[in-house]
């Protein structure tokens, strides 16, 4: 793992620094190695702008960074692919992370999977398209995919870790939309529901589908099944 960052006292001590994964998996916060220091230790809460200026990964093999500490985080950096695949997993009692770039900065194609399936996690949307529309999302038991008031775009959509979660829209006097725009068929067997706004539904790209195979989904916005043009299905 590369690290690049400013080093304030102690050489086991960065502040914001940009994580090269090098085909490495990373679990944050934590103590990870770098080629400049026999150790590097990144703080609570783990992937947040305290923290982190950028995550990316040019090495060999495809690699995950795992964040969490129950501690809430917000990061408005860039998640990227490199050379290999980029994934990002959130976890940890009650963690909370919240991206916040706006405009389709977070691009890498990796799994983003949500919550152990035991324990409760977030991810909430912080700006418009602030979820990776290249990612497919996992959402676990216990945990959520929460859009913020704000219309995000995901690869596809599926149960996490012991079965499926909950998708909602915490953001207040903000309805907002989910697009779903992998091509790709998945189940959800989790609940898609409004939370202080409505939550609605979109699907578009050839080949895409949903199948929600729980009854529990109580959302009230929009449900809209393909473009007019290229076929897809709930």
Known sequence: VFLAGACFGSVAAYAQVAIDLKGSSVIIPGSISAPSTPLVTIGSPGLDDTT????????????????G????????????????????IV????????LTN??????????TLIGDGTTASTLTGGALNAFSASSAVQVSVASTLDLGGFNQTIFSLADGTNGGGTVT?????APAVLTINGGVATTFSGAITDGASTTGL?????????????TSNTYSGLTLIGDGTTASTL
């Open 169 to 173: 829209n915490s953001g207040v006097g």
């Open 91 to 98: 976890t940890g009692l009650n963690s909370t992370l919240t």
């Open 202 to 214: 979109t699907l578009t790209g050839a080949g895409t589908g949903l199948t929600l195979s729980a």
């Open 102 to 111: 706006a405009v389709s900065g977070n691009t890498y194609s990796g799994l």
């Open 52 to 67: 982190v200026l950028s995550v990316t990964n040019t090495g060999g093999f495809n690699a995950t960074l795992t964040t």
């Open 69 to 88: 500490d129950g501690n809430p985080a917000s990061y408005g950096g860039v998640i990227t692919d490199g050379t290999s695949t980029t994934g990002l």
